[in-house]
Nanobody, 123 residues
Framework: QVQVVESGGGLVQAGGSLRLSCTAS????????MGWFRQAAGKEREGVSC???????YYPSFVKGRFTISRDNAKNTLYLQMNSLKAEDTAMYYC?????????????????WGQGTQVTVLS
């Protein structure tokens, strides 16, 4: 049984930093592209970043330079370092495992998803 579990969310002041972690079990981690998505209240889910099996990284413009995705295949863990946080980064953040990135949106859509971790940025 595949399990994807995020952690590291919380409350932070604007300009601050958070590091999200995601641990996946029940799958061969390094066979999967891994991504982060987020969904703010009343908005559609959007891709935040993706890292391919080979370590190629993708970011949308609205997080590029502030967020860094990384993976540790030995630990089956994905990370998202978020710096210079803004109030508009407030959302539930989800980790996902899929076949490929294609972009930060991941295509095809990931097969496995976590339950999410809440990030709230106070302005």
């Amino acid at each position: 049984q595949v399990q994807v579990v995020e952690s590291g969310g919380g409350l932070v002041q604007a300009g601050g930093s958070l590091r999200l972690s995601c641990t996946a079990s029940g799958l061969t981690f390094d066979d999967y592209a891994m991504g982060w998505f987020r969904q703010a209240a009343g908005k559609e889910r959007e891709g935040v970043s993706c890292i391919s099996r080979d370590g190629v990284k993708y970011y949308p413009s609205f997080v590029k330079g502030r967020f860094t995705i990384s993976r540790d295949n030995a630990k089956n863990t994905l990370y998202l370092q978020m710096n210079s946080l803004k109030a508009e980064d407030t959302a539930m953040y989800y980790c996902a495992a899929g076949r490929s990135c294609a972009s930060w949106r991941m295509s095809p859509l990931p097969r496995y998803w976590g339950q999410g971790t809440q990030v709230t940025v106070l302005s």
